[in-house]
């Protein structure tokens, strides 16, 4: 009988992510990725892995997509309408 996980390892999450063993752990350090410590291992709660993933939003990250929203549109609006009228 399979029991299903409960957390994943840095190199679970790596592979889930697409991304190098090395940049979780450094998210891990940097405090973007919540991760407890066991033993010399870090494992990552699969109740957290839904913000890891992107799917939550941090207020930092809605300020910086919405400047960034603001920049496209102060340079390229006019393009921009031209485009959605055709």
């Known amino acids: ?10 190199k679970e ?3 889930i992510m ?9 998210r891990i350090k940097a405090g973007k990725i919540k991760a407890e410590k ?7 709660h699969k109740k957290d ?3 890891i993933l992107g799917n ?3 207020a ?3 300020i910086s997509i919405e400047k960034g929203v603001k920049k496209v549109l102060n340079e ?6 031209m485009l959605g009228k055709e």
């Open 56 to 58: 939550d939003l941090t």
């Open 76 to 81: 390229y609006g006019d393009t921009i309408r």
């Open 38 to 44: 066991v033993g010399r291992n870090y494992i990552i």
């Open 60 to 62: 930092d990250d809605k």
């Open 18 to 26: 697409n991304l190098s063993r090395v940049t979780i752990f450094n």
């Open 1 to 10: 009988m399979r029991t299903e996980k409960s957390y994943y390892t840095i």
């Open 49 to 51: 892995l839904e913000g």
């Open 13 to 15: 999450l790596a592979d």
